[in-house]
Structures are given as structure tokens and as C-alpha cells.
């Protein structure tokens, strides 16, 4: 290798950095140039240009393939390689960044822990992101994960004063260590088979062994357990609830979109690419691990009475259909798995914003009491809210339908009738937790008459997911398309 | 012959160390164990001709690292954590965890090194250069980017700590 960092290098990495330095930016610049608590807002600028210039960095990027008609462009010498499915992956990040920043201001100022930081950590996370997307070598691919989780340990303890957030923090990191280390076994397992970090080569690798080979089966086995708990995978969910729960609500839905997103861009690749010589091995794995997933989120949902956890839960279970799309695996399968990531970004980011506006100074809001009538107070907040209910629990016309629907039509393409039976069955279930929601919110007279905390940056990001739910759903065709495309691997 | 004496001398630290570091309830006692179980895998970076990876772990995991745990151990007070019992009731999860890799493990050692078939390094000249050399040529080229990444981790840890243990920010 004669040239360390070429013009190819640059291109591909021009997101990431732009993430990066302007996460750095913001965290000096709220020591040296906006000390005081009420410049705070500029920070907010910067915050926004940097995810403006990353976006700018991918739609370049994009153009570029799509003007060359090339499928993917690697850099670093097959470290990071940008094709559709990394383009497509990390538009959802940034769009999960806008809006998680567009709705923290207000959030954090109520919660007395407003400081610069925040918005630093938001950026580096994404960050991190970007090389779970991206990246193709097993070493970038950690590092991306643990810079994505690092990130995340500390935004999901930074209400310090607060005795569950402290308790949230700790153990999603103590857990979250202990996942990294069987991850990092894993991969170390893998490198061994390979004698490269190079996710082709290891794929080369596996592809001249037997499915079942048990060293095969050692690194899989360690992998899956890594990448399970991140995407919170029942037996590895228990930090969910807890982490979900205790965390600044703004914190809760980047990490139940953003987080969960970056892990499955991962999983995808390591189980596509790599693992998908051992797939016999791994399917019926995964299919326990999914039908698990679905029965404990769901029927543990059934009993919450804190809303922050009742989403919790069900993030567990969605986690489980997704699961579903990589067991049929073909096309349609991961073109399902691929459009539901981008609908269940933004249906459970919108619901966790109606949550985050019922915070109030004196009030928690996040019992389901607390929405009782909200219908009468806040008309378009309820209706919204119903909105995403709907898409989550997967009923037309609204996103969540056309996402399930593409699951589910992989099962069937693929015979999996049983997993198909199953999942539609825990539908139901979903849909009756979902309305205890929706019948605090219409039919329990009005309990509380304080405002909502609401702000310009709210009710923006109320109608963009509003608008893009109801919107995948009764117009899906340029969502699948761009979904199709970044399949072309 | 040494060569294999020298490999089973210092796994048995690595791995009677890492038990020992978790079976013991003092806390002190732990920290001591597992800087046995530091050394015996430094001992191990020696014996594949790893000096540099044998230099640096002792330099900074034996030396600096678990000092610090000790520092931390002494500061914070863990009398009452010693004596309480453990109040999980998981230990048949982990025992059916433990015996299926057990299993593995054994399977292992029945088939003998054939199991493995890990990947040849490549063959050709034999490298000349010592270890460190190699170690600095493939971190600045090849393995640039994730070196790069692991600083801004580094940053995001820093700034975490101080975030955390500051009383006002």
C-alpha cells in the first residue's frame, strides 16, 4: 500500500468525519465560546449543520453510485465499503439524530440537565453508527459498536440526580461490557478461521468449511449472543426495560431507533455475508430466538402500567419480527426486514414524542394515567399518538401493515407457515396493549389539565413522523423503492 | 520441548487466575488474582515472539491498570459487599451454558489440533523485522481507520467519566 489516505478513502469517510468533528465542535465549544446556559441554542446550530454536512457527504455518495452504476465502493483497502444498504442505513441514523436533537432542547431544560454535551454524545454516537452501516472489517466493526454503546451508556445516565437513570446506566453498561466481550470472542474466533479481518475473506473462509463445524459453530454461537442482546433479543432483553425506562425519554427513543437500527445494519452483515455459509445451522437458531423474542415482549407488555416500559417491551417484540425477515432470508425477506427498520424508526420515535411531551417540572408522565383524556386536552397530540398505536400494532392503512406484510409474505414464500401462525397470532396480542393506550387516551375522562411541554422542534417532529407514518402506508412504492435498491449487494 | 513446558506453564496462571479472580470475595484478593492471569497471558504474547504485545501488557494492564483498580478497590468500601450472599437464583442457566461449552471443549480436545484447520499465515520470505515494527507498520496502514476510530472512543470515554463524576458541570 503506497498511499495511506487516498481521494476514495476521503470520499467514503466524509460522513463520518463531518460527525465526528463537529461532535468534537460542540464539545469546545460550550467550554470556550458558549459558557452560558443561554447561548445554548447556537450549540443547537452547530449540531444541525453537522448532520446537514454528513447528509450531504451521503447524498453524494449516493448520487455517485447511482451515476456510475456501480454497486459499491470500497475504501481502506475493503475496510468500509458504501453500497445501497449502507447508504440506506445511514439516512435513517441521521434522520433519527435530527430528530432526537430537534426535541431535547425543551426536554432537557425541564429536566435541569441541559448541558452542551448532549449534543456531542448525539453526534459521536452517530458516528458510530456510520461504521456499523459501513464498515466490512471485523476491528472497524467493534469499535463502531462500542463507540455507538459508550455513547449511549452515558446519555442514558445523564439525568445524574435521578436515582433510575443512575441505576439504567449501570446496568446497561455492566451488561452491555459483558455482551461486547462474547462479541469480541467471536469475531477473534472468526479472524482465526480467516487469518484476515476482511468480512470477504472471512466469508471465503467459511464458505470451504461445513456448516456444521463445530469452530464454525463456536464463533457463530458467540457472534449471535453479541449481536442479540444489542438488538435486545430475548434471553439477552433484561436491560431493556430498565435501560428504556430510566433513561431522559429523548435518550429512550434514540436508543430504541437508532441503536437498535446500527445493531441490526450489523447483524445483516455478519449474518448475511460472513455466517451465511452456516446458514442451516443458524436459522433454526434464530427462529427459536425470534419466537421467544415475540412471546416475552409481547405478553410482558400486557401487564405495564408505565408507558416507558409498555414501548420498551414492544420494542422487544418488533425486534423479534424483524428477526423474522432474516429467517425466510430471501429477497422479499430482507426487502421486509430492510422497509420495516425504516417504518419502526419512525412510528416509535413519534410515540415516544407524545411521551416526551407529558413531562412536565411536577409531573413524570409516563403512567398511563397520565394520558387519561388527553383527547380533550390536546386533540392533535391523541389522534397523532393513535396514529403510531396503530402503525405499531400493524394495522392498514398505516406503515406498521406494510412492513409486517412483507415479513410475513417471506414466511410464506419461504414455507415458514408455522413462524407466520405465530407472529400473527402475538398481532393480536400486540394490538390489545396498544389500545389500553388508546382507551386511556379517548375514553377515561380528562385527569390532569396542565399544558403539555411543547416546543417549535416537537410539534416539527410530531408532523414529519406523523406525516411519513400515515404516509409509507397509503403511498409505499418510492419507501420500497429505495428500500429495493440498497438491496442490490 | 521448553516451548510447550513454557505454553502450560502460563495458561495455568492465565486460567487458575481468572477463576480465582472470580471466586474470591475480597475484593483485593480478586485484583491480585487477575493480575496473575494478566501476566500468565503476557507470558503467552512472549512465547508466539509478541514482544511488543508482552511489553505494552505489562506496562499498562499489570502496571497501570490494575493499580488503579486497587486504588479504586481501598477507596471505596466493600466490607458489607463481602459478606453478602449472592442473590441470583440462576446458577442452572449457567451450568447448562458451562457444560454445552464444556461439551465443545471436549469435542475439542478429542479431535486433537485437526478440529481447528485455522488459517495459514502466509507463506513466503520470512519476515526479518522484529514484532514492534510489524505491529507499527500494520497499525498506520492497514488498520489505520479503526485506530483512528479508537482515539475519538477514547475522547467520547473521557468526556463520559468527567460528565459522570463531576458534581456540577
Given amino acids: ?489 | 520441548m521448553l516451548d510447550t513446558f513454557f505454553f502450560y506453564a502460563f495458561a495455568l496462571l492465565t486460567l487458575g487466575g481468572g477463576i480465582l479472580t472470580v471466586t474470591r470475595r475480597n475484593a483485593v484478593h480478586s485484583a491480585m488474582w487477575l493480575i496473575v492471569s494478566l501476566a500468565g497471558a503476557a507470558g503467552l504474547y512472549l512465547l508466539q515472539g509478541a514482544e511488543f504485545l508482552f511489553a505494552v501488557q505489562i506496562v499498562l494492564y499489570v502496571g497501570g491498570i490494575m493499580v488503579l483498580f486497587l486504588f479504586v478497590i481501598m477507596l471505596v468500601n466493600l466490607d458489607e459487599a463481602a459478606k453478602m450472599r449472592q442473590f441470583n437464583k440462576q446458577w442452572w442457566v449457567a451450568l447448562a451454558c458451562v457444560s454445552g461449552v464444556g461439551a465443545l471443549v471436549a469435542y475439542f480436545l478429542r479431535q486433537g489440533a485437526g478440529a481447528f484447520r485455522l488459517a495459514r499465515p502466509p507463506q513466503g520470505a520470512p519476515i526479518l523485522e522484529g514484532n514492534t515494527e510489524r505491529i507499527a507498520d500494520v497499525l498506520f496502514s492497514e488498520y489505520l481507520l479503526p485506530f483512528e476510530i479508537a482515539s475519538v472512543l477514547l475522547l467520547v470515554a473521557i468526556v463520559g467519566s468527567v460528565l459522570m463524576a463531576k458534581r456540577k458541570v
Fill in chain 1, 1 to 489: 500500500m503506497s498511499q495511506y489516505y487516498t481521494t476514495t478513502d476521503h470520499f467514503v469517510l466524509v460522513p463520518a468525519l463531518m460527525l465526528a468533528l463537529f461532535g468534537c465542535a460542540v464539545l469546545l465549544f460550550e467550554v470556550l465560546v458558549f459558557p452560558h446556559p443561554r447561548q445554548r441554542k447556537w450549540l443547537l446550530l452547530f449540531v444541525l449543520l453537522g448532520l446537514a454536512f454528513a447528509g450531504a457527504g451521503v447524498w453524494r455518495q449516493q448520487n455517485f453510485l447511482a451515476s456510475q452504476g456501480i454497486e459499491e465502493l470500497t475504501a481502506f483497502g475493503g475496510t468500509l465499503t458504501v453500497d445501497g444498504f449502507a447508504i440506506f442505513f445511514n439516512w435513517i441514523f441521521l434522520a433519527a439524530s435530527l430528530i432526537v436533537t430537534l426535541i431535547s432542547y425543551r426536554y432537557l431544560e425541564v429536566e435541569g440537565e441541559h448541558h452542551g454535551e448532549y449534543y456531542g454524545l448525539i453526534l459521536l454516537a452517530n458516528c458510530g453508527m456510520f461504521f456499523l452501516a459501513t464498515g466490512t472489517d471485523l476491528i472497524t466493526l467493534f469499535i463502531g459498536l462500542e463507540l455507538m454503546a459508550l455513547c449511549f451508556y452515558i446519555l442514558v445516565g445523564f439525568l445524574r440526580e435521578d436515582r433510575r437513570s443512575n441505576e439504567a446506566a449501570l446496568k446497561y453498561l455492566l451488561l452491555g461490557a459483558f455482551s461486547s466481550g462474547f462479541l469480541v470472542y467471536g469475531f477473534s474466533v472468526l479472524y482465526g478461521l480467516a487469518g484476515s479481518t476482511k468480512l470477504r475473506a472471512v466469508a471465503d473462509a467459511l464458505a470451504s468449511r461445513e456448516p456444521w463445524d463445530p469452530v464454525v459453530f463456536l464463533a457463530l454461537a458467540t457472534t449471535a449472543v453479541g449481536l442479540l442482546f444489542k438488538i435486545s433479543a430475548v434471553p439477552f432483553h433484561m436491560w431493556a426495560p430498565d435501560a428504556y425506562e430510566g433513561a431522559p425519554t429523548t435518550v429512550t427513543a434514540y436508543l430504541s431507533v437508532g441503536s437498535k437500527a446500527a445493531s441490526f445494519a450489523l447483524l445483516l452483515r455478519v449474518f448475511l455475508m460472513p455466517l451465511g455459509a452456516a446458514r442451516e445451522v443458524w436459522e433454526p437458531l434464530l427462529a427459536a430466538v425470534a419466537v421467544a423474542t415475540m412471546t416475552v415482549g409481547n405478553l410482558a407488555a400486557v401487564t405495564q402500567t408505565n408507558i416507558k416500559r409498555l414501548l420498551a417491551y414492544s420494542s422487544i417484540s418488533h425486534a423479534g419480527y424483524i428477526l423474522l425477515g432474516l429467517i425466510a432470508g430471501n429477497e422479499t425477506g430482507i426487502k421486509g426486514v430492510l422497509v420495516y427498520i425504516l417504518v419502526y424508526t419512525f412510528m416509535n420515535l413519534g410515540a415516544f414524542l407524545v411521551v416526551v411531551a407529558l413531562r412536565r417540572k411536577d409531573l413524570l408522565g409516563e403512567d398511563l394515567d397520565d394520558l387519561a383524556g388527553l383527547v380533550y386536552k390536546s386533540p392533535g397530540y391523541a389522534i397523532l399518538m393513535l396514529i403510531f398505536l396503530l402503525s405499531l400494532a400493524g394495522i392498514p392503512p398505516t406503515a406498521g401493515f406494510i412492513a409486517k406484510y412483507y415479513i410475513f409474505l417471506a414466511l410464506i414464500e419461504t414455507r415458514h407457515y408455522v413462524l407466520a401462525v405465530i407472529g400473527t397470532l402475538y398481532v393480536a396480542v400486540a394490538i390489545y396493549y396498544y389500545f389500553r393506550i388508546v382507551r386511556s387516551m379517548f375514553l377515561a375522562p380528562l385527569a390532569d389539565t396542565g399544558p403539555l411541554t411543547t416546543s417549535f422542534g416537537l410539534r416539527l417532529a410530531l408532523v414529519v413522523t406523523g406525516v411519513l407514518t400515515l404516509g409509507i402506508g397509503i403511498y409505499p412504492e418510492p419507501f420500497l423503492g429505495f428500500a429495493q435498491t440498497s438491496l442490490a449487494r
